[in-house]
């Protein structure tokens, strides 16, 4: 068998998911022609493919040595990506664009990483050249309609979705898209076509997802059949992940411990740095005000890292594969601040836009770093999203957020969300007794009744001079990859405001179980 059959033959085994086959062929390309990067590429890409990620780096690296190709440098990206050598992965991103990739999947890889690096503007030229080569896959043009949808070019998105669903109408994933794309109305909706696609459902995912996008469509039409949907949904979705509110509440005591333990360490961060964050409860304002805060020239967003929690889960050297959890707050007591601080500005540079300009970090669940947060960079602002309890229960529940997320768990039952929210509360108020003034919480219907006063109150706090074009948000050109990035491209409104009323029945048991807690709903 020549060179040429065995990388043939790995690269199909590679196709059909036969990993075993793939790392023979590759082994013994290796073995006969040890000079040629093909046999190591391969092996690289087998042990990605195996989850031995650290494993796949050098043999990759190997490969490019022996002569460099856009795809090692294309692979090379993604298991950086993965092992969160986010710097790396963008250089290596940088040099496979370089290389003028011409094969779909390469293209596709660097968008990939591209998005996963925050920078979906520079994502879309490779997702076209994917789906140029490639017009048929689906994968390619479903990341490329994303990308589309996430920078704006809303009919655009809209296009290659449709597409999607013309080929495979079952394909869930892709109608949650189209729901969310954009608001409904009555007269312009695919509801029939939900309805036809959750009857034809055969997994629980994809009936999971088309409920998700029938509940959304039908409450933009005020229809208040939404909440059968999404009661089925998320009680599927509970059942699935396992989860017991106890395995947050024992993050909020661990939290309320360390802190309660020891006064904060005044002085003891690292000065002259002033990134700010953004936090509080998912889907109550935070992209909103991101939106307002990066219209200004001197301010850019970086959209929703993870560097605070990286960097922190890095210092506590907990063995966990959590990357919150009590034993890694616990350590981080040893943690120096300045330290820490130093680390999260290294592990986020690599997504800052515009060097020079302060960045925003956009992250809701920060609001559980925010002790650290204040102590290691004590320059930073930070600012807390606040909105009616009750909204937020609502705007909770009817979201689908990522299955894999360490944050979000408990957002697939009303009372456990109540019970969040009160902790939540309950830690807010331990940071403003700890750290006065240090937090702005800042009320989202506050803002909307208020735009240009609340406005100017936000870039107070945070340092920042007035400019109008923080009122134009939704003129704001930069991508959005939230949910809620067809509201933040309009222009402020309250038709967020009340939107649990339409369910009042259904919320009652969530209303009196706040009133217990002395948690005001009107």
Request: with cysteine; charged share 25%.
């Amino acid at each position: 068998m020549t060179m040429g059959d065995l990388q043939a033959d790995a690269r199909a085994a590679l196709e059909r998911g036969d990993l075993a086959a793939a790392a023979n062929a590759a082994r013994e390309l290796v073995h006969g022609e040890p000079a040629n990067p093909a046999g190591y590429f391969l092996m690289g890409v087998v042990a990605g493919e195996a989850g031995q990620v650290a494993k796949s780096v050098p043999m990759i690296h190997a490969a490019i040595e022996r002569g460099e190709k856009a795809e090692h440098w294309a692979h090379l990206a993604k298991m950086l990506i993965l092992l969160r050598r986010d710097g790396e992965a963008a250089e290596a991103a940088q040099k496979a664009l370089a290389l003028a990739p011409g094969d779909a999947m390469t293209c596709d890889t660097i968008g990939c990483v591209l998005v996963r690096l925050g920078d979906h503007k520079g994502a879309l030229e490779p997702f076209r050249s994917a789906v140029a080569a490639r017009p048929d896959n689906l994968e390619f043009r479903y990341n490329l309609a994303a990308a589309l949808g996430f920078t704006g070019r809303v009919e655009e998105a809209r296009e290659q979705y449709e597409h999607i669903v013309a080929d495979d109408p079952g394909d869930a994933r892709t109608h949650y898209a189209l729901a969310i794309l954009s608001r409904q109305a009555r007269d312009r909706n695919h509801i029939p076509r939900l309805q036809a696609a959750l009857a034809k459902a055969e997994r629980p995912d994809d009936a999971l997802r088309i409920r998700y996008a029938l509940a959304k469509e039908l409450e933009d039409i005020g229809d208040a059949t939404a909440f059968s949907h999404l009661s089925a949904a998320n009680e599927q979705q509970k059942r699935a992940l396992n989860y017991d509110f106890a395995q947050d509440a024992a993050i909020f005591d661990a939290l309320e411990a360390l802190f309660g333990a020891a006064p904060p360490q005044d002085g003891a961060g690292l000065a002259g740095s002033n990134p700010i964050f953004v936090i509080g409860m998912p889907r109550t304002g935070t992209t909103l005000v991101d939106r307002i805060l990066s219209s200004h020239p001197d301010v850019r967003s970086a959209g929703e890292l993870q560097a605070m929690p990286l960097a922190l889960k890095r210092m506590a050297g907990t063995a966990s594969r959590t990357i919150i959890d009590p034993a890694t707050i616990a350590a981080s007591a040893g943690i120096d601040p300045a330290a820490l601080g130093e680390a999260y500005l290294a592990q986020a540079s690599h997504h800052v836009p515009d060097a020079g300009k302060r960045f925003i970090d956009k992250l809701p669940a920060n609001f559980l770093y925010a002790g650290h947060i204040a102590q290691a960079l004590p320059d930073a602002a930070i600012v807390c999203l606040r909105r009616g309890p009750m909204d937020t229960v609502w705007s909770n529940y009817k979201n689908l957020f990522a299955s894999n997320s360490a944050y979000y768990a408990y957002s697939y039952d009303l009372m456990d969300i109540a019970r969040y929210y009160a902790r939540f509360d309950r830690l807010m108020q331990m940071w403003e007794h700890l750290f006065p003034g240090r937090v702005l919480q800042l009320s989202y219907e506050g803002l909307v009744a208020d735009q240009e006063g609340q406005t100017r109150r936000l870039l107070d706090h945070c340092g920042l001079g007035w400019d109008a074009a923080c009122l134009s948000f939704h003129e704001n050109s930069a991508a959005v990859a939230t949910p809620s990035a067809a509201q933040v491209r309009r222009p402020i409104n309250a038709d967020g405001i009340g939107k649990w009323r339409a369910h009042e029945q259904a919320m009652e048991p969530v209303r009196r179980w706040f009133e217990t807690q002395g948690i005001r709903t009107a």
